[in-house]
Nanobody, 127 residues
């Protein structure tokens, strides 16, 4: 499975962006997109990669980090093999490379030990 992110760019504080992550291919274990837990992580310059938002495949449960709760919305469209991250009220501290991640086990996502990563898309928020 390959994950490709898109939608990053340069915006001003208070603006919105929507990131997309599209999966292609098939996992070696035969799992298809709709049976993967999906998540977004981000890594700011000089900082460690951190969890931003995640969505479980089985029951659709959604989780957010405290720093984006109420501003970001994660969603998925299984028919399009795509997961989205709607980012509203962006702040300069949201500046980072945003990575899409997939794993069949959400515990792995929580631990940051994800099976599949995308290459990332850069989001820059100016003040």
């Amino acid at each position: 499975v390959e994950l490709v992110e898109s939608g990053g760019g340069l915006v001003q504080a208070g603006d919105s962006l929507r990131l997309s992550c599209t999966a292609s291919g098939r996992a070696a274990n035969g799992r298809t997109f709709e049976t993967w837990d999906m998540a977004w992580f981000r890594q700011a310059p000089g900082k460690e990669r951190e969890f931003v938002a995640g969505i479980k495949w089985k029951d659709g449960s959604i989780y957010y980090s405290d720093s984006v709760q109420g501003r970001f919305i994660i969603s998925r469209d299984n028919a399009k093999n795509t997961v989205y991250l709607q980012m509203n009220s962006l702040k300069p501290e949201d500046t980072a490379v945003y990575y899409c991640a997939a794993d069949p086990n959400f515990r792995a996502i929580v631990a940051g030990m994800v099976e599949i990563w995308g290459l990332g898309t850069l989001v820059t928020v100016s003040s």
